[in-house]
Nanobody
Framework: QVQLVESGGGLVQAGGSLRLSCAASGRTFSNYAMGWFRQAPGKEREFVAGMRWSSYYADSVKGRFTISRDNGKNTVYLQMNSLKPEDTAVYYC?????????????????WGQGTQVTVSS
């Protein structure tokens, strides 16, 4: 079992930045692909970024968002720059013992509770 706890969400103006953090506990963190997904009101949950040995990004966030991980701290981060109102969503951290490419298609095995990101225009 893996427990995931997100933090760092909030309200920011368009063009601003936020950094989300996800602290993991329960299993060997380095064995897991870690990812970020988001769900906007009325929309399905979508992949944002993932990382295990390499990083993957949704086209909509490439060049603006950066995923990173600190295996010593069992934490994965999502640095979000140049935020747009369409980035508004609940952001979820996820973990899976699979490749990042598979996680992108199928989602993760474990999920955090989510953190709200709101970008005002």
């Amino acid at each position: 079992q893996v427990q995931l706890v997100e933090s760092g969400g909030g309200l920011v103006q368009a063009g601003g930045s936020l950094r989300l953090s996800c602290a993991a506990s329960g299993r060997t963190f380095s064995n897991y692909a870690m990812g970020w997904f988001r769900q906007a009101p009325g929309k399905e949950r979508e992949f944002v970024a993932g990382m295990r040995w390499s990083s993957y990004y949704a086209d909509s966030v490439k060049g603006r968002f950066t995923i990173s991980r600190d295996n010593g701290k069992n934490t994965v981060y999502l640095q979000m720059n140049s935020l747009k109102p369409e980035d508004t969503a609940v952001y979820y951290c996820s973990a899976a013992q699979t490749t990042t490419a598979t996680m992108q298609k199928r989602g993760g095995e474990y999920w955090g509770q989510g953190t709200q990101v709101t970008v005002s225009s």
